[in-house]
């Protein structure tokens, strides 16, 4: 339908940045009303544009929807994964406890993306770099803790690649 559409990435079928937009200010004002935690998480794949470029856009297309598969088998019912463009996606863990919630998913992650990619007979090793910003501590607002994920994702990349940090000042 078109209000699916609307809020979904029409290739994977996940929340797109629209619909996880209103999740992750959901969640944080959950989590002030509660005294809880949210962990934002920002995936972005490695040396995904190779892919493209080697096997072209339809074959880079089944690598993306297989990896939407593998995530969603990560996370929780509660939590929220989406696509947030390209070859990045975003999970909202709501009621996190500690930094230990985040990354027990971002292990579950790089784990599920271990395994290479097979498409059209050939096989692609693909990983990530992810970033995870913690509210309340890193961030006051829902666009905040966002833009501090993705800070810390870029961290990760600049450290060496399929690994997971967390937001520091």
């Known amino acids: 339908t078109a209000r699916f559409l609307a809020h979904h990435d029409a290739l994977t079928g996940l929340p797109n940045r629209r619909l996880l937009g209103d999740r992750l200010a959901q969640a944080v004002l959950q989590a002030q009303r509660r005294g809880s935690k949210v962990a934002a998480m920002l995936i972005d ?4 544009k190779r892919i493209n ?7 880079g297309d089944r690598v993306l929807r297989e990896v939407a598969a593998r995530l969603a088998g990560c996370v929780r019912k509660a939590d929220t994964l989406s696509r947030h463009g390209g070859d990045e996606f ?11 919630d985040g990354q027990i998913v971002a292990e579950k992650v790089l784990a599920a993306l271990g395994p290479p990619f097979g498409v059209d007979g050939t096989a692609f090793e693909l990983g990530a770099s992810i970033g995870i910003s913690m509210f309340p501590r890193d961030a006051s607002d829902a666009e905040a803790l966002l833009r501090n994920a993705d800070a810390a994702m870029y961290r990760a990349k600049q450290l060496g690649r399929n690994r997971f940090e967390f937001y520091s000042v």
């Not at 794949?45 to 995904?48: K, T």
């Not at 080697?54 to 074959?59: E, L, T």
Request: charged residues 25%.
């Open 45 to 48: 794949l490695d040396d995904f």
């Open 90 to 100: 975003v999970v909202v863990i709501s009621d996190a406890q500690t930094e230990a």
């Open 53 to 59: 470029d080697s096997a072209g856009h339809a074959a």
